[in-house]
C-alpha cells in the first residue's frame, strides 16, 4: 500500500496539464474577476449642492460688525477675528443661517432644525423630482453632521418627511469633522457591496447655527470666521444595480493654528504612501522607490528631499477640502501642484467659505460648471478633519457632463476664476 501510495503520488504531481486546459482555467478566472469587478462597482448617479437665497450672504464687513455688537468679546479679539476674517479668502457671497444673523445670535436647538430642514429637505426634493425617483425606492440612507445630532436623528427627520420605507437602513454619523463626507461614501460603497441592487442616498452637511465660539483662545477663535451654512450638498451614490466657551470641550473639534498645517503636511503624506502604489504608473512608482532606497543606503543622498511623485500623471482634477487659504496651499506644495489644480478648492473658499465636509463637492460642481470634467478623467477629492484626519476618494468620469446642467455655480459661474486679495476690502 505504501508503494502504491507513491507511485500515485509521484504519478500526479508530474501529471503535466494540456497548455490549452491552462488557457482555459485562467481565461474562466479573468471572466470571473472582471465580472465580479462590474457588478461590485460603486456608481454615482448625480450629486446636487445647495445654495441659499441671497438675504443670508454674509459679507466681511456683516461679519466684523457682528463680533462688534456681540459683546462678549474684547477688543483685541474682535480685531483679531476682523484680521482673520479679512485675510481668510472668503468673498461677499458666502452665508450663514438665519440665526447667526440676529444679535445676539440664536443658537436654539430649534434654530439649528430649522436650518437642516431648510437645507436638506430642499436638495432631497429637488433631486428626487429630477430622477423621478420615489422616495420608497431608496434602499439606503445615511447623513453626516458633526456638531449638531438631534434626537430623533437628522435621517429620522428625513424618512418621516418624506415617506420612506420602514425598513429602509438608515445610518447617522456625528462627532467626525470635515473629512465625514468621504466617510460617508467608504460606508455606502461598503453597504452596496453586501446589499446588491440598492440605491444609496448619502446627505453630506455641517450645521454650524449652535456652535460659534465665544471664549478667550484665539487658536480656537479661528473656526469663527472660517466656517459658513446654507450650503451643504447632498449627493446620490448607487451600487450594482442593473444599472461651547469651554476650551477643553470645544478642543475636542478644533486644533490649534500653530499645529494645523503641520498636521496637513504630515498626513497629506503619508496618504500620498498609500494611494501612490493603487494609482500612480509604474514609472512614477520606480522614480519615488529608487529615491527612497538611495537615501536610506546613500549618505550624499540623505540631504536631498525624496521625489514626490507626479500625481497629474494619476488625476485630471484635485478637490482640496477648502478649509482655509493656507489649507489649500499647503497641499498644494506637498503634492507639488500647480494654482490651476487647486483653483476649484480657492473658489468654493472664496464663495462659499469652509462648508466643512460638503467643500469637496462644490468644488466638483465648480468642474462640472466650468465644462472641465470630460469622459474618462479621475478625480481626487481630499478631505482633512479632526481627529486628525485625511480621507479621500477618487472618481473615474464614464458618461459626458453636460455644463450647462443647473446647479449651485450655474447664476455666476462666467464670473469664475476672480483674483482673491490676500486682504479682502470691505
Given at each position: 500500500?505504501?508503494l502504491?501510495?507513491?507511485?500515485i ?39 446636487s ?50 440665526g ?20 436638506l ?74 446589499h ?54 470645544f ?12 498636521y ?40 536631498k ?9 494619476a ?34 473658499l472664496?464663495r462659499f ?25 479621475r ?6 478633519g ?31 476664476p ?9
Amino acid at each position: 500500500m505504501y508503494l502504491s501510495y507513491k507511485l500515485i503520488h509521484h504519478h500526479r504531481s508530474h501529471k503535466v496539464p494540456h497548455p490549452l486546459h491552462l488557457l482555459a482555467a485562467l481565461a474562466l478566472i479573468l471572466v470571473v474577476f472582471l465580472l465580479y469587478s462590474r457588478f461590485s462597482s460603486v456608481y454615482l448617479i448625480d450629486f446636487s449642492c445647495y445654495r441659499a437665497p441671497n438675504h443670508l450672504r454674509t459679507p466681511t464687513s456683516h461679519v466684523i460688525e457682528h463680533l462688534e455688537l456681540y459683546g462678549n468679546f474684547s477688543g483685541e479679539n474682535v480685531n483679531f477675528q476682523a484680521k482673520l476674517s479679512e485675510r481668510s479668502g472668503i468673498g461677499g457671497e458666502a452665508f450663514i443661517p438665519v440665526g447667526g444673523h440676529e444679535i445676539p445670535p440664536d443658537t436654539s436647538l430649534k434654530r439649528a432644525r430649522e436650518e437642516i430642514e431648510m437645507v436638506l429637505f430642499t436638495v432631497v426634493k429637488d433631486l428626487l423630482s429630477k430622477h423621478k425617483i420615489n422616495s420608497k425606492q431608496i434602499d439606503i440612507l445615511i447623513s453626516n453632521c458633526s456638531l449638531v445630532c438631534p434626537t430623533p436623528s437628522i435621517t429620522a427627520m428625513i424618512i418621516n418627511k418624506f415617506g420612506f420605507r420602514s425598513n429602509v437602513k438608515s445610518i447617522s454619523i456625528s462627532g467626525m469633522g470635515c473629512s465625514a463626507g468621504i466617510l460617508s461614501i467608504s460606508l455606502a460603497k461598503d453597504l452596496l457591496k453586501v446589499h446588491k441592487n440598492s440605491l444609496a442616498l448619502v446627505l453630506s452637511m455641517e450645521a454650524v447655527t449652535p456652535n460659534g465660539y465665544m471664549g478667550k483662545n484665539k487658536s480656537m477663535l479661528v473656526a469663527n470666521t472660517l466656517f459658513r451654512a446654507g450650503e451643504l450638498p447632498f449627493y446620490y451614490p448607487i451600487g450594482s444595480k442593473t444599472r461651547r466657551s469651554q476650551n477643553t470641550s470645544f478642543n475636542t473639534l478644533s486644533e490649534p493654528t500653530w499645529d494645523l498645517m503641520t498636521y496637513h503636511t504630515s498626513l497629506s503624506s503619508k496618504k500620498l504612501m498609500k494611494m501612490g502604489p493603487l494609482v500612480l504608473p509604474y514609472s512614477e512608482q520606480i522614480r519615488y522607490g529608487w529615491s527612497l532606497f538611495c537615501q536610506k543606503v546613500w549618505a550624499p543622498a540623505r540631504w536631498k528631499e525624496i521625489h514626490t511623485p507626479n500625481f497629474k500623471k494619476a488625476f485630471e482634477h484635485f478637490c482640496i477640502h477648502a478649509g482655509g487659504r493656507a489649507v489649500i496651499d499647503a497641499v498644494e506644495n506637498t503634492l507639488r501642484l500647480c494654482n490651476e489644480d487647486g483653483e476649484a478648492s480657492r473658489m468654493t473658499l472664496y464663495r462659499f467659505g469652509n462648508t466643512s465636509s460638503s467643500s469637496v463637492w462644490y468644488e466638483l460642481c465648480y468642474l462640472e460648471a466650468k465644462g472641465r470634467i470630460k469622459k474618462g478623467d479621475r478625480v481626487w477629492q481630499i478631505a482633512f478633519g479632526s481627529g486628525f484626519k485625511c480621507n479621500s476618494v477618487v472618481w473615474k468620469c464614464i458618461s459626458e457632463v453636460d455644463p450647462k446642467v443647473e446647479n449651485a455655480w450655474s447664476d455666476r459661474i462666467h464670473l469664475y476664476p476672480v483674483e482673491v486679495p490676500h486682504v479682502i476690502d470691505h
